[in-house]
């Protein structure tokens, strides 16, 4: 049975390939984009063809792609510290605390609300926006002595935990964990700098990742997120579903059922691997489920961590470092250890994302490929430098040679846009920072992320920051280094799917790909000024021709 074509009228289909770059119509058959043009030649073409005009005075664009964001991930909880107010999927508010006293005032509130013995777990604040004060054990028990207290920051790469915590995690005076801070009288203050000390607060808590933290709800729960901001393929980069016991069977349940709106790409990761012999099981057993997955289900590529977070002073910078004075910050991985993930991965065919904020994180990573391209020729790799912050211009020219990409994080532009100037690696380094335009220049394909939950799932938010490079406090981040609208908005549709290797399926309105679209009530490339691409309404998604309406304005 021939399958029926469907004309799906708009204001303008906006596809981002050159060849044809807009039409008022596109033809759909099953999941797939047949032709884009206008209604009329199209129903010619197609004569039978159904018309569908409910998005007559709509703008259709290429579903949005997001290749660094996180599906859960014990960072959902409601308990939300940040300074700057959210909303969750379904439209409720998140406001945040803007003030120090409100972070207190928040906390103790929460703490009134629980049950006895459940603990709190918060999560957002970013003690950059507190200048002057101090979250440390002391602070949290304040707030209660009695209940568990855990507060994630804003970048994932450092919590506090109040006493109780500390003792159930059995750290104290003998402790000797990297990242582990302790005060002047020796006992920890509260304060857990990247994995190695935050894991056996985790445990104690009960938050093990090795066996997964998705859930079928926390499934829905990203993917209308997704659908509220008009993205259409979004990762889970950090994940164990795909090789944890009954992980696989979730995703590809779930993704298979035809009301669950999103394409799912989870990132298995790489980084507790400790040895070489443990990478290349990791590996083998990443390639055996290679093809284990459906339309909605993309298996095959690899998380790794090389260092922490710029903010939180534990990314790894090359000379001259912080100009706080702080010291180098924090290796996640260690480059021996990492080699040997590098190439584990890398001779199983996979495509690996690593974890570089700083330039030094980069260097290692590009030393790595470097060597094991020597070892282990292979074309279209797509090896991936994510964050690349602070990457520099000889590094691009490097990354373009070894045939690797960059997924930067524009997002700091705004979020921690004055405090890169004020407080991390000064007004100088800042114009140099999360560099579009000489990757770009230098031939290095790119993507732009949000890194959810660590800033908001909104891919046009993401592509303004990126042109516009002002901080919320109108402070230039260096023109320089802007990119145009469309390679803005190429790098949150074509060039993710590319990173990801998925660009024969989606990131752009073609025939054959999939029928993913992002329905908007405007053409983003008719915004006056970059920063009205963050005004622009999204109204849903189509993701294989199957209708999403958002019923959120996504908003704040």
């Not at 929460?110 to 999560?123: C, F, I, Y």
């Not at 298979?256 to 099981?281: I, N, Q, W, Y």
Request: proline share 5%.
């Amino acid at each position: 049975m021939t399958e029926t074509v469907t004309i799906l009228t708009a204001k303008l289909v906006r596809t981002l390939d050159d060849a044809v770059p807009t039409g008022t119509a596109v033809a759909v058959r099953g999941d797939r984009i047949l032709a884009v043009g206008t209604p009329e030649v199209l129903l010619a073409t197609y004569p039978g063809a159904e018309v569908d005009d409910r998005y007559a005075d709509q703008v259709l664009a290429p579903g949005f792609v997001e290749a660094h964001s996180h599906m859960g991930a014990g960072m959902d909880s409601p308990f939300y510290l940040g300074y700057f107010p959210r909303m969750t999927p379904d439209g409720v508010p998140l406001h945040g605390a803007q003030s120090w006293q409100g972070v207190l005032d928040a906390l103790k509130a929460w703490d009134a609300e629980l049950p006895e013995g459940e603990v709190l777990n918060a999560r957002g604040l970013d003690m950059l926006f507190h200048p002057g004060e101090t979250l440390d054990r002391h602070a949290l028990d304040s707030v209660s002595s009695t209940r568990g207290i855990y507060v994630i920051h804003a970048s994932g790469h450092v919590a506090t935990a109040n006493s109780v915590l500390l003792d159930k995690a059995g750290y104290g005076a003998d402790t000797d964990i990297e990242g582990v801070v302790k005060g002047e009288d020796g006992l920890p203050t509260g304060e857990l700098q990247e994995m190695g000390a935050m894991m056996p607060v985790m445990a104690a808590l009960g938050m093990d990742f090795s066996k997964g933290m998705t859930s079928e709800k926390g499934m829905y729960d990203f993917a209308a997120d997704a659908r509220n901001h008009g993205c259409t393929t979004a990762t889970d980069l950090a994940s164990f579903d795909a090789v944890r016991p009954g992980g696989l069977g979730l995703l590809t349940e779930v993704t298979s059922r035809e009301d669950f709106s999103l394409r799912l790409v989870p990132a298995t990761f790489g980084g507790m691997t400790k040895s070489a012999e443990e990478a290349e099981g990791m590996a083998a057993l990443v390639r055996s489920i290679q093809d284990k997955g459906n339309a909605k289900l993309h298996l095959g590529t690899v998380k790794l961590m090389l260092d922490g977070s710029i903010q939180q002073h534990t990314a790894k910078l090359q000379d001259p470092g912080y100009v706080c004075g702080h010291d180098d910050g924090i290796w996640n991985t260690d480059a021996e250890t990492f080699r040997a993930q590098v190439s584990a991965f890398h001779k199983a065919g996979l495509n690996i994302h690593v974890h570089c904020n700083g330039d030094e994180a980069t260097e290692v990573f590009c030393d790595a490929v470097e060597s094991v391209l020597a070892e282990t020729p292979r074309w279209n790799h797509r090896h991936t430098v994510t964050h690349s912050q602070l990457t520099t211009r000889a590094q691009y020219k490097r990354m373009a040679e070894l045939g690797m990409g960059a997924n930067i994080f524009s997002n700091h532009i705004w979020y921690w846009g004055d405090q890169h100037i004020d407080l991390t690696v000064g007004p100088d380094r800042v114009q140099r920072m999360n560099a579009a335009r000489t990757a770009l220049d230098s031939g290095v394909k790119i993507a732009l992320h949000c890194d959810t939950p660590v800033t908001p799932l909104d891919p046009l938010a993401t592509a303004s920051y990126a042109v516009e490079r002002r901080t919320p406090t109108g402070r230039s981040w260096g023109d320089a280094e802007r990119i145009s609208v469309k390679e803005a908005l190429e790098a949150i549709t074509i060039g993710p799917a590319y990173l990801l290797k998925l660009d024969h399926l989606v990131g752009s309105i073609v025939p054959g790909k999939y029928a993913d679209f992002a329905v908007l009530d405007r053409d983003p490339f008719e915004v006056a000024e970059a920063k009205e691409l963050r005004d622009i309404t999204v109204l849903g998604t189509v993701v294989g021709g199957v209708h999403f309406p958002s019923p959120v304005v996504a908003t704040v």
